[in-house]
């Protein structure tokens, strides 16, 4: 293949040679008659897709693949898979999974004309219809496929018409008798086969160190212990350490080697002496180090609480918060956007969107795992020295200071916060906080050192809050509509005065509040910032 002149022409043009195989001893360089065409290069990007199966007809061919519409999305996510089904209409179809690669190839149409009367002479023409980027392989198995049928005594009766709803049914047709069928949701999460020996993991077992044999450690012996040493302590707990591990501060020294981490190491102490308690999306927010690196330098200063009011927070080493009512303002609160009509406006009103939906649900075999991105030589970072004649920019970890502190009028970045009590930067809300500062009893596993049921007014005005936002926001939205109770004729007595029918009001909305708190504290699907504790980063 060589260029062409483009001199006459805007477009590059390729010149090609068709070789032709024959099974004779022709000379290789020979060319066949007519076989030489210019052609020009088009820039149309093109998706290439290896159907595993002989194509009679293409609409049912994209059907099989859920439609155009479908592979536009998944082209548009590099890590779905093309999910192919070889029975679109039926609901209980193995999908057969197809592989994203990318590729550099050029999809011709090529055209031979040859004479009748002489077959030497032929005439060639060639087109580019563009360059594909991106390949679609199917290489794995379309096995476990499984049919809605019911066998008896050697006679199969399909079960379809009697377990999809095809129209509006009446109660009949749910009484009716069916054998059962139960499909299991997935079958496997590897669609392609796989060489596994039961062995040993001879590594693992030269680096552990020889354990007991009792029930905890039976089942997972090929999992290596991540050596991030943290350590844990319940509110149930009767006393806190006063030192970290040692292997925690070893691990650190081993990955402490340049300056930005002594630093890093140096602000994390001074951070603790001048506030025992930290969230880790506070610390993120007010140092800027490598999370991974982060994992191991919490442990040497601080210990992680697992239950109580400072669940999921790192409290310093030898201070223990169930002692001192100082250590009320740096309590949990676990604050969750409520989102439902009866505050004003719906999930589709919301500014803070979802990550993930429930009910667009994909399997595992669906999508592929990122893998690791090759290096580029101009993304290296430059080494650290005298010798070093050009700096790069240099990466950013931090958070924003959103990611841990509320103030009025804001939208949490997430529909679920964890916030300490202290950093509900609102007069209001602090009002509150110390309504029972300096009369302090004792210590609650729930409210700690709060009044009981502080944690519910609190989340009542930062919703309100974030109501406001909301409607300042979208001023179109409709406005929530009280509910009155009706009256019968005996509750019309010439005593009752307007004052006791609005006090009958707020006493019906208070009931409807405490009917819908299920609804509202529901966990929020997609927040980056929900309840996944820390203790799975260090077990």
Known sequence: MRRANMADSTEPKLNFTLKQLSLSAQSEQEDVPGSSSTVELRTSRLVCVEYPAVVNNVDKMLETLGGEQTVSKTFAHPNRRLELRFRPQDPFCHSLCGNRFP???????VRRRVRK???????????????????????????????????EGGKETSLYDKIILRKVEKQEFFEQPMPYFLPPAIFSRLDTPVDYYYRPDIHQKALARPL?????????????????????????????????????????????????????????KKMFESRPIWSRNAVRANINIQPDKLKLLLPVFAYYMVTGPWRSLWVRLGYDPRKT?????????????????????????????????ALNYNLSITFNKAGPQAASVMELPAQEGPSTSRDSAPISYQLKESSYIFREGM??????????????????IQRVIEQNTGNEQECDERDGWCVIGTKDKLRDIMSAMIRKVIRAQKPDLPEVRKKRRRRGLSSQSPGRDVDTEEEVQEDENKDDEEDDEDDEFQPSEGSENEMETEMLDYI
């Open 103 to 109: 590729s550099s190839n050029l999809l011709l149409r």
């Open 117 to 151: 009367k002489d077959p030497k002479d032929a005439e060639i023409h060639m087109d580019i219809l563009g360059v594909i980027g991106t390949t679609y392989k199917y290489q794995g198995l379309a096995d476990f496929q499984c049919l809605a049928v019911h066998s």
């Open 212 to 268: 007991p044999i009792n029930k905890k450690n039976l089942i997972g012996l090929n999992r290596a212990r991540r050596p991030h040493n943290a350590i844990f302590v319940s509110y149930s707990d009767a006393s806190v350490p006063d030192e970290c591990r040692e292997a925690a501060r070893t691990n650190w020294t081993r990955v402490c080697q340049k300056e930005n981490d002594k630093q890093a190491e140096e602000q994390l």
């Open 325 to 357: 009512s100082e250590s009320k303002k740096y309590q949990l609160l676990d604050f969750r956007i409520r989102c439902s009509t009866k505050h004003g406006y719906s999930l589709s009103d919301m500014p803070v969107k979802a990550k993930r939906s």
């Open 411 to 428: 939208l949490p970045p997430h529909r679920q916060m964890f916030y300490q009590l202290c950093d509900l930067d609102v007069e209001s």
